[in-house]
């Protein structure tokens, strides 16, 4: 009980103090690159943690689960790949100076992907996909908050919310986890009622 209580607090602090340090090396970054790698190692650490959390929440072995909290730290860092794409060019200079944000950094992409790949599981009664759907919008949604401290979430085509306050991006990286796997409880919850309904049925 205090152990589980402990690692919890733990991790919810790892996220907030993370996340500060990784704007310290952004801002005070000495080059250019410096800075983007620190931007990004933060993102992977970020993403990272996350979903270790949602683990840690939903009792189960972060041993066993090694493979998710890696896939969630990779794609966190991944999602930044897509300035070298709009940019057409693997020079950082070209893929820091964007006219336009790029793609993956549209917050309806990782929600529409999600609904998708929930309802897939849906049908076809796939854990696995039910957690890739989770991971993926850990994985992003832990990226677009940070990132909307400076430029605020777009949702296309409905237009991009304001910068978050500094505060509140810190909160909300820290209480993300806690949204998500409450939300993922919500699910299980209705599908297994689903289940039973179905079982009632037959
Ligand atoms: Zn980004």
């Known amino acids: 009980m205090w152990r589980e209580l402990w690692s919890r607090a733990l991790l919810t602090c790892a996220i907030g103090t993370c996340s500060i340090l990784g704007d310290f090396g952004l801002k005070y970054g000495k080059s250019n690159s410096a800075r983007a ?28 689960n090694l493979n998710s909290i890696f896939s969630c730290f990779l794609l966190a860092s991944f999602i ?6 709009a940019a057409r060019s693997w020079h950082l200079h070209d893929a820091t100076h964007l006219q336009k944000r790029p793609f ?13 790949l929930i ?8 854990p696995v996909l039910e957690q890739t759907s989770w991971v993926i919008l850990a994985a992003f949604l832990s990226h677009h908050i940070r990132d909307g401290t400076r430029r605020g979430l777009w949702f296309y085509p409905f237009g991009s919310t304001r910068p978050i306050p500094y505060y ?25 009622n689903n289940d039973e309904i179905i079982l009632i049925d037959i």
């Open 37 to 64: 790698m620190f931007d990004n190692a933060t993102h992977a650490t970020v993403g990272g943690l996350t979903w270790t959390l949602i683990v840690v929440l939903s009792r189960k072995s972060i041993a066993r």
């Open 80 to 85: 930044d790949l897509d300035h070298f794409v």
């Open 104 to 116: 993956l950094h549209c917050t309806t992409i990782p929600i529409m992907l999600w609904i998708l």
């Open 119 to 126: 309802s897939l599981s849906n049908t076809f009664h796939s």
């Open 168 to 192: 509140l991006y810190v909160s909300l990286c820290m209480t993300l986890p806690y949204i998500l796997y409450w939300l993922m409880s919500l699910h299980t919850f209705a599908s297994k």
